[in-house]
């Protein structure tokens, strides 16, 4: 295990050194347009994933790449890590975020979320906050983007109860477009608020589209319960894998003590 950690100081360092030289890239993009922005952070994704793996030992592979429709979409991902926010980005023509308003405010790094077209919510306004999310999100989807929104609103542990948001359920109505759930297996080797990266093979696989049409509460069933039973099988696919390189699955995820869940007029995720 020594030499993980000795692969994962050395990735950290070296991942966060890179994203000074691509956020200098990206301002530098910002004053062409903020296409050009988004442009830049797939790069960064690309060549993050690129890194890991020369470092880390952490394959990628991606299935069900051909389920992709194209043009307006949005696109919900299980949530397990930050290695998902950048990775999937390449996937899509003109990708946005619904994001935590505070990123917003970090330095340089928040006004190119802004240039990018990113809507930023604030998460404390409960219903208000809902409304203009929908509302944001309806206009920018309807010009043609992809909007990927994690249905559960922030990052999960692996193993942790499916939690998912009214909030995601009430963009797809609103939206009026086909819905591209996505499972990953990305937690158990960047896992969610910890130092160590592990090698193996993350997995994502998009799955079948949801189409446009269905009710709120029949879309959020769907929706957890295809995304749910495919993560589980990746999940299970990666333990397997890491059984067998390191003759016991790695303790890369501790025991979590799950919050209690919000009312459901905070649930904006």
Request: net charge positive.
């Amino acid at each position: 295990m020594f030499v993980i950690f000795l692969r994962s100081l050395i990735f950290n360092v070296l991942f966060y050194i890179v994203l000074v030289g691509w956020v200098l890239a990206a301002t530098v993009a910002a004053l062409f347009s903020g296409r050009a922005v988004v442009k830049v952070a797939k790069m960064w994704g690309q060549n993050s994933i690129w890194l890991m793996r020369l470092i880390c030992g952490t394959k990628v592979e991606f299935r069900g790449l051909e389920k992709i429709p194209q043009g307006p979409l949005i696109v919900a991902p299980k949530h397990q890590s930050m290695w998902e926010t950048f990775a999937l980005l390449q996937f899509f023509d003109e990708p946005l975020y619904i994001l935590k308003r505070e990123l917003t405010w970090l330095p340089v790094f928040g006004q190119l979320l802004l240039r990018g077209g990113m809507i930023a919510i604030n998460r404390a306004a409960g219903v208000k906050t809902l409304v203009e999310m929908a509302r944001r999100a309806r206009e920018e989807v309807r010009r043609g983007r992809q909007l990927i929104i994690f249905p559960e609103g922030t990052r999960r542990p692996v193993d942790a109860p499916p939690n998912y948001k009214s909030g995601v359920g009430q963009i797809y109505v609103d939206c009026g477009v086909p819905c591209l759930p996505v499972a990953l297996n990305a937690g158990l080797f960047w896992p969610r608020r910890q130092f160590m990266r592990y090698p193996g093979t993350i997995v994502v696989e998009f799955l079948d589209p949801l189409p446009a049409g269905l009710d709120r509460r029949e879309f959020l069933r769907q929706l957890s319960d295809v995304v749910e039973t495919a993560t589980n099988r990746l999940v299970a696919e990666a333990r397997q894998e890491q059984a067998e390189l390191f003759g016991r699955v790695p303790s890369a995820v501790p025991p979590q003590v799950e919050p209690a869940p919000k009312p459901e007029s905070e649930q904006v995720g």
